[in-house]
């Protein structure tokens, strides 16, 4: 059995648990609710950066870094499935999941700032800075949003879960702006019923 140490927030957990979903390999994993912040959880044991996602293997191994761990679940599931093996199809994908996780990054470096200083201590320059990218981000996916083809490939979850927490996080402000990728992620969630069921609260 694989464990995944993870947490519901995490959106780079949850394009673990999306992409396990399309693979069929779920059965086969074991989420452990992790908590990065105790330290002593045994998280900084297993992966030296004290981050997840990280992923145990059955030989007690760890992978960590998101774009590993699904590099290693597309290669158990038989490589190619959501992951292109070549051509242009693998870049595209491979700039979208980039795109997607940056997105992400930037999003987390504004709930860190709120979350580990405090208030006299916050710098608006450096939380715009932030949104600043998450805005030209969404603004190049706005004008041309990526196909969704009938089984997403790591970029299309990503992007998902990029948008999910920017729902969670920042109360789903980025929508009013961004009509064509509200609707590109309600097909998604319509193909892909795990990211419901990945859905943090």
């Given at each position: 059995?694989?464990?995944?140490?993870?947490?519901?927030?995490?959106?780079?957990?949850?394009?673990?648990?999306?992409?396990?979903?399309?693979?069929?390999?779920?059965?086969?994993?074991?989420?452990?609710?992790?908590?990065?912040?105790?330290?002593?959880?045994?998280?900084?044991?297993?992966?030296?950066?004290?981050?997840?996602?990280?992923?145990?293997?059955?030989?007690?191994?760890?992978?960590?870094?998101?774009?590993?761990?699904?590099?290693?679940?597309?290669?158990?599931?038989?490589?190619?499935?959501?992951?292109?093996?070549?051509?242009?199809?693998?870049?595209?994908?491979?700039?979208?999941?980039?795109?997607?996780d940056g997105i992400m990054d930037a999003?987390?470096?504004?709930?860190?700032?709120?979350?580990?200083?405090?208030?006299?201590?916050?710098?608006?320059?450096?939380?715009?800075?932030?949104?600043?990218?998450?805005?030209?981000?969404?603004?190049?996916?706005?004008?041309?949003?990526?196909?969704?083809?009938?089984?997403?490939?790591?970029?299309?979850?990503?992007?998902?879960?990029?948008?999910?927490?920017?729902?969670?996080?920042?109360?789903?402000?980025?929508?009013?702006?961004?009509?064509?990728?509200?609707?590109?992620?309600?097909?998604?969630?319509?193909?892909?019923?795990?990211?419901?069921?990945?859905?943090?609260?």
């Amino acid at each position: 059995m694989l464990i995944l140490r993870s947490s519901p927030p995490s959106p780079f957990g949850r394009k673990i648990k999306i992409a396990a979903a399309l693979l069929n390999l779920s059965d086969r994993i074991k989420v452990e609710v992790t908590d990065t912040n105790d330290p002593s959880d045994t998280i900084r044991k297993q992966n030296p950066l004290g981050k997840i996602p990280a992923l145990i293997l059955e030989d007690g191994s760890v992978l960590f870094d998101s774009p590993v761990i699904l590099e290693y679940l597309d290669s158990l599931a038989g490589g190619g499935k959501i992951i292109p093996r070549d051509g242009k199809p693998r870049w595209d994908t491979l700039r979208l999941h980039a795109t997607a996780d940056g997105i992400m990054d930037a999003a987390l470096l504004q709930v860190y700032e709120k979350r580990f200083r405090p208030e006299e201590h916050w710098v608006a320059k450096w939380t715009d800075y932030q949104a600043e990218k998450i805005t030209r981000a969404l603004d190049v996916l706005e004008a041309s949003p990526p196909s969704l083809p009938a089984t997403p490939d790591i970029g299309h979850i990503a992007l998902a879960c990029a948008l999910g927490y920017l729902d969670l996080r920042f109360e789903g402000k980025w929508r009013a702006d961004y009509p064509k990728l509200v609707a590109w992620l309600d097909d998604f969630a319509v193909k892909v019923p795990s990211f419901e069921k990945t859905k943090a609260h």
